[in-house]
């Protein structure tokens, strides 16, 4: 599990019943393991009154977050945070925070530079502290501007590796950004370089701007990943969920960027309705709803209402769902309108009565 993990402690204002949420990182590495260890601490432990986490939760500056369950997706950066667990009296639920976020190329391209190295040509056999390449050494693999060149092809063409391992790459550049808490930061260059082991290499990733970051749409959709009944290991089923809905935003992104260069593109017609030439932003606007509805089609009613933004909106507009609870009233299927129509109208802070209502 990544340690930048999220934990939410839930808790109920005496006299009010309202329920809040105090939110804190947490230090373990495999989630299996935190998840057992978190039940026992749900079995012996109360929430009415203040939290006292356990020993191994980063507490030295106090909880990160205070909010209701309805707040917590405009609280999680994109890209930031992968894991998100909500604690309650009772159990311990899992949540993946999916950017919604599907123009991430030109950040991937304009903000962001990937540099692999051998081990062996860095310093991470005798000092693991820096993992500096040596001054002679030749990168494995550099994904950078000229990666990105229209048309797409090889490492950033639809099936290659970035396909996922852009959550990688724009996770980094966020805490790169904000102050990261993980890898061996190095600012002495012309650009904050993070580096990190990957297997038998190191990972350099250089923030060449910020500007880029901040231009990312924010939403973020909250996916429960437990393990269903066939079972499975919940660190396995992280994984599977983090690559699924990382290829399939990637590839509605290769869709953009080729829309923005004018390129043929192979694996989608203009998504954007009764659009010869669609504007970008039509564009951009379709294809957000189309990762919606794709991902309402492959989870249903894994998806949580509390999600975050005008995708949350959607999603509680669909379903009759209030915003402060854990499951959908039912399945999303957005039949009656594709999504980025339901997406333009509705408020982010869209909560509905016990009844839907047309907007």
Known sequence: MDSDALVCFQQSRRGTGERWFKGYRVGVDVPDEFVDRM?????????????????????????????????????????????????????????????????????????VRTREYRADDCDADGDDVTLAPAPDATPTRVIDGDTFSPPLTDEAARGGRIEWFHLFALRAAYRLAVGPRTGVVDTSGDHPTMRVRDGDGVLCLDLLDTSVLKRINRDVLFLDYTPGDEGGLLDRALTEALRDTARLRYRFATHLWNVRHGENDQWFAGIARNKSKPKYADELAATRGAFLEALAERYGPSLAPFSGGVSGAALRWETGTRADTFSLSEPPTFTHDDAADVMARVDAGYVPEKRKKRL
């Open 39 to 111: 039940g026992q601490y749900v079995r012996r432990t109360h929430f009415d009154g203040p939290v006292a986490p356990p020993h191994w939760f980063d507490t030295a500056d106090g909880p990160v977050m205070k909010a209701r369950l309805a707040e917590l997706g405009e609280t999680v950066v994109p890209f930031a945070t992968s894991d998100v667990y909500v604690v309650t009296h009772k159990l311990v639920q899992p949540f993946l925070a999916v950017p919604m976020a599907v123009d991430v190329i030109p950040t991937l391209a304009n903000g």
